[in-house]
């Protein structure tokens, strides 16, 4: 297949759904059996079908879509992000809390996961997923004929897409530089009062590094994919020319404790070497291993290791500082593995607190204050403090701990009412989805005036759909990317003259 024309793959959706259920089936079997059942064994097998459901709907969806509008139209990659989300929420992750309920973060604090909602919240989810799918096909029937001839690819080879790319990463390594050393690796202790993050930075560099390149892979991934679309004679050089960039980004995500984007742009920094016949075959066993030895490095350097970095990045303390036991890396490992990407796990807790008494219903209310949450800062400091409600800070005071690790998923801000649980999914399929399709296509409608300023955004764009953690991220969304706007413009401004650059 030639990376010169729009895939059209001839694929069966019935049957890749069917193939893509059965898969998902025999890994929960497989992993039920290797795990071990500390609940029921009949609500583990009522989960089956509605897990078998969910993935033949993704499977079938993610066919058939392709099929109409093309696998490489930018429309289209939305649907995808969106499924992936749902697969990371609600897919074999959700294994582990289902089987070792137990054996969870927090259970140390008597908080696991309520396996009595587990079903409740699958069927949501798949009905969820159904809506958007309407939703989405309903879209599509309306898409103008240029808009089904968009091809992701000749948005992503313009000059500019590597100068972002490059210009991004070296941000970042800035950022880390001027940042690093001052970021305090106690969780929440920069939503304290007496320890707030960068409390020495001016506003200008807090907000352009935060709100751009710290919390993200993007520049990498954008860097692989302009060298997967080189001729195939220059592949190689591209992509060994991606690997520094890599290294840089590991580097600024070690700093920072993020071992998800740390794995992520392992990831992106090895996919043009699958697209290379005589690097694919050591790459693929290779790929694994390497994403597993960063997410041990990053997990080791966690904890006082950042503190004790210091002012003057004292990097031998640093790494020395890393002493971390492998039972106990392979403690974080399974606590991952078990709330971070399941779909219930924070969800649970909420629920599992207000059985107990300890958090009061708010009926629905969260939801708003997410939503407040995600707007502007100067927008924000105009409301009232006691329309903010804070899951993070009721559940750390309830367990006892300040800044608790709580990780957010789109349907947690609705089940801070419990009552909310079955319809918390449904209801956000039809605000939060709709919007974004929207927005999707404004953003395409901008970048197709621009495409040599603003072809590169569209990936992390992407990106924020697929790692959103909470309905608040859409509107972090929009404060993220406008400094990415305004690096693509000035990088722009700089080579828009220049004819030799504009035709490589």
């Known amino acids: 297949m030639s990376l010169q024309t729009t895939p059209q793959l001839n694929l069966d959706p019935k049957k890749w759904g069917i193939i893509f259920a059965l898969v998902s089936i025999i890994l929960w079997v497989l992993g039920a059996m290797s795990l071990g059942l500390d609940q029921e064994p009949l609500r583990f097998i009522s989960l089956l079908p509605m897990?078998?459901?969910?993935h033949f709907l993704i499977g079938y969806c993610c066919i058939r879509f392709g099929k109409v509008i093309g696998y490489a139209n930018p429309i289209y990659l939305f649907w995808v992000a969106h499924s992936l989300h749902y697969l990371q929420l609600f897919g074999l992750t959700n294994l582990i809390?289902?089987?070792q309920p137990s054996k969870v973060a927090f259970a140390e604090s008597g908080i696991i996961v309520a396996p009595d909602y587990l079903l409740a919240a699958n069927i949501s989810v798949f009905l969820a997923y159904l809506f958007s799918a309407c939703v989405f096909s309903t879209l599509l029937k309306k898409l103008s004929p240029n808009q089904r001839k968009l091809d992701i690819r000749e948005l992503l080879r313009s000059p500019m897409v590597s100068f972002f790319g490059i210009s991004a990463t070296l941000i970042q390594l800035a950022a880390s530089i001027r940042l690093g050393s001052l970021y305090n690796s106690v969780l929440g202790q920069e939503l304290l009062d007496s320890g707030r993050l960068y409390d020495t930075v001016s506003l200008p560099e807090k907000w352009f590094y935060t709100g751009s390149f710290i919390f993200t892979y993007a520049p990498i991934l954008v860097l692989a994919i302009n060298a997967i679309l080189k001729p195939l004679s220059q592949r190689l050089k591209y992509a060994m020319?991606?690997?520094?960039?890599?290294i840089i980004a590991i580097f600024s995500f070690t700093l920072f404790r993020q071992r998800g984007y740390a794995m992520l742009s392992v990831l992106s920094a090895l996919l043009p070497?699958?697209?290379?016949?005589?690097?694919?075959t050591f790459?693929?066993?290779?790929?694994?291993?390497?994403?597993?030895?960063v997410y041990l490095g990053v997990s080791s350097l966690r904890g006082n290791a950042i503190d004790n970095l210091g002012q003057n990045l004292d990097f031998s303390s640093f790494f020395g500082s890393a002493t971390q036991d492998t039972d106990t890396l392979g403690e974080i490992a399974f606590n991952d593995a078990s709330y971070n990407r399941a779909g219930l796990g924070s969800i649970s807790v909420v629920i599992s607190l207000q059985e107990k008494g300890i958090l009061q219903s708010k009926f629905g209310f969260q939801f708003v204050s997410e939503l407040l949450a995600g707007l502007p800062d100067f927008i924000r400091l105009l409301i009232p403090n006691s329309f903010f409600t804070d899951t993070v800070g009721s559940i750390g005071i309830a367990v006892g701990m300040i800044g608790t690790d709580m990780p957010r998923n789109p349907y947690m801000a609705f089940v801070h009412d419990l009552h909310w649980l079955f319809l918390a999914p449904i209801i956000y399929s039809l605000t939060g989805f709709t919007f974004l399709c929207y927005l999707t296509l404004l953003i395409l409608k901008i970048i197709n005036?621009?495409?040599?300023?603003?072809?590169?955004?569209?990936i992390p764009y992407l990106s924020i759909i697929f790692l959103a953690s909470?309905?608040?991220?859409?509107?972090?969304?929009?404060?993220?990317?406008?400094?990415?706007f305004i690096l693509l413009v000035v990088v722009g401004f700089f080579t828009k003259?220049?004819?030799?650059?504009q035709n490589v």
């Not at 070497?273 to 694919?280: D, G, P």
């Not at 790459?283 to 030895?293: G, S």
């Not at 005036?449 to 569209?458: H, R």
């Open 283 to 293: 790459i693929i066993p290779l790929t694994p291993i390497l994403i597993a030895l």
């Open 470 to 484: 909470s309905f608040s991220s859409y509107g972090v969304f929009l404060k993220v990317v406008f400094p990415w």
């Open 241 to 246: 020319f991606v690997i520094p960039f890599a």
């Open 273 to 280: 070497f699958l697209f290379i016949k005589r690097t694919r």
């Open 51 to 54: 897990q078998g459901m969910l």
């Open 449 to 458: 005036k621009l495409p040599n300023i603003l072809g590169a955004l569209y």
């Open 97 to 99: 809390p289902v089987c």
């Open 497 to 501: 003259n220049n004819k030799k650059l």
